[in-house]
Every structure is written in structure tokens, then in C-alpha cells.
T-cell receptor, first 114, second 113 residues
Framework: KAGVTQTPRYLIKTRGQQVTLSCSPI?????VSWYQQTPGQGLQFLFE???????NKGNFPGRFSGRQFSNSRSEMNVSTLELGDSALYLC?????????????FGSGTRLTVV | SQKIEQNSEALNIQEGKTATLTCNYT??????LQWYRQDPGRGPVFLLL?????KEKRKERLKVTFDTTLKQSLFHITASQPADSATYLC????????????FGKGTRLHILP
């Protein structure tokens, strides 16, 4: 079956712009989580969506937002981009929530802010 | 606050030997812990999940232990191969939300031919 699909794969944006990243989970997976990965900080949790509702949120400013659609596809948006937002953004899906499931990750979107 | 520590230095192991990676956690007792493998430029790949009532879990050449007294999980790869070279991430749940997974910074493993 198809894996987790993230688009676009690479993105270059200018400071102050906004960006929208997309994630299509594995068919049947209802939970989608987003992470930011940088060399210095590792994988940092952004948020998790389940059944179109945000269930968990990490410690990121309000410029970072997301949503989930009825088909479980998810988008995340970053407004007023800063240089420090340059990172690999990873989406992960799982069939449900909690300790019974491992995550399946996409290949990520590499965002560069210049 | 919780802390997850993995050896930040790369680990070099001779092919055929057993590689052992360590994950230490402080200030809480997670009910479970996951391990992932990540290759450069790719997303992490789920390997194993071990629960607090399981001392050990195996999958092919992989073995994970979970010592709740020492607050430590060990990840072993037996008969290591160059293809096992990657970064390995320890991932317990958040101390306040056990449905939210957080990740250690990972240990880079090099298997030398």
C-alpha cells in the first residue's frame, strides 16, 4: 500500500512569507502528527490531529498551525517565516492514538528560508 | 521536565559484531518506548515498541530491553552489517501525555566492513 506522502519535497521561501505543507497519510490511518527536525534540536513535536481535531500541541509559536480534513489528509501552515524555521518537516501517521502503534513517517519537506 | 539522552557521539562497530545503543530517561517512568531508524534525508522508520512490563523484545537481529529501575533502554543489533549504518532514535511518550511521542536526538551508528 502507498506510504505517507508529503508535498512538496523541497521549498525555498523568503523571510516574512507563509508556507503550506501537505501530508497524505496511509489509507485508513486517522492520526497524523507533525515534527520539525533540525541538526541542533533533533525531532521536535509540533502537533497531532485525529478525526479532524487537534489532540496534542508542542511548544511552537502561534505562527505554526495545522488542520486535518475528513479524509485524514493534513496540512500545516507557517506564517511570517523566519530564518530559524529552516528545517525538515516530517509528517507521521498511525491507525490510532497511543501506545499500541508505531508511526509511519513520510520523507519530509525540506524548507529553506532565505 | 523529562529528559531523553542518547549518546551523541557516533558509534563505530566492526561488521559481524553486536552493536549496543543506549537510551536514558530521567524524571519520569514511561509506560512504553519505541525505537526508530533514520537514514540521511529520509523520515524515521519504526522498528520496535516495548512496554514497561516487558523486559525484552526481539525482531530478527534486533533486541530491545527496558529497565525501569535503571531508567534505561538498550537497543542491540546482532551480526551487524554495513547496511545497518544509520541514526537510531529512542522515542518514549511525553511525561504528561502518553499519546504524544517525543524523540531523543539519536545515535549515529557506523558498521565498518
Amino acid at each position: 500500500k502507498a506510504g505517507v506522502t508529503q508535498t512538496p519535497r523541497y521549498l525555498i521561501k523568503t523571510r516574512g512569507q507563509q508556507v503550506t505543507l501537505s501530508c497524505s497519510p496511509i489509507s485508513g490511518h486517522r492520526s497524523v502528527s507533525w515534527y520539525q527536525q533540525t541538526p541542533g534540536q533533533g525531532l521536535q513535536f509540533l502537533f497531532e490531529y485525529f478525526s479532524e481535531t487537534q489532540r496534542n500541541k508542542g511548544n511552537f509559536p502561534g505562527r505554526f498551525s495545522g488542520r486535518q480534513f475528513s479524509n485524514s489528509r493534513s496540512e500545516m501552515n507557517v506564517s511570517t517565516l523566519e530564518l530559524g524555521d529552516s528545517a525538515l518537516y516530517l509528517c507521521a501517521s498511525s491507525p490510532g492514538r497511543g501506545s499500541n502503534y508505531g508511526y509511519t513517517f513520510g520523507s519530509g519537506t525540506r524548507l529553506t528560508v532565505v | 521536565s523529562q529528559k531523553i539522552e542518547q549518546n551523541s557521539e557516533a558509534l563505530n562497530i566492526q561488521e559481524g559484531k553486536t552493536a549496543t545503543l543506549t537510551c536514558n530517561y530521567t524524571n519520569y517512568s514511561p509506560a512504553y518506548l519505541q525505537w526508530y531508524r533514520q537514514d540521511p534525508g529520509r523520515g524515521p522508520v519504526f522498528l520496535l515498541l516495548i512496554r514497561e512490563n516487558e523486559k525484552e523484545k526481539r525482531k530478527e537481529r534486533l533486541k530491545v530491553t527496558f529497565d525501569t529501575t535503571l531508567k534505561q533502554s538498550l537497543f542491540h543489533i546482532t551480526a551487524s552489517q554495513p547496511a545497518d549504518s544509520a541514526t537510531y532514535l529512542c522515542a518514549p511518550p511525553d511525561m504528561n501525555r502518553d499519546d504524544k511521542i517525543i524523540f531523543g536526538k539519536g545515535t549515529r551508528l557506523h558498521i565498518l566492513p
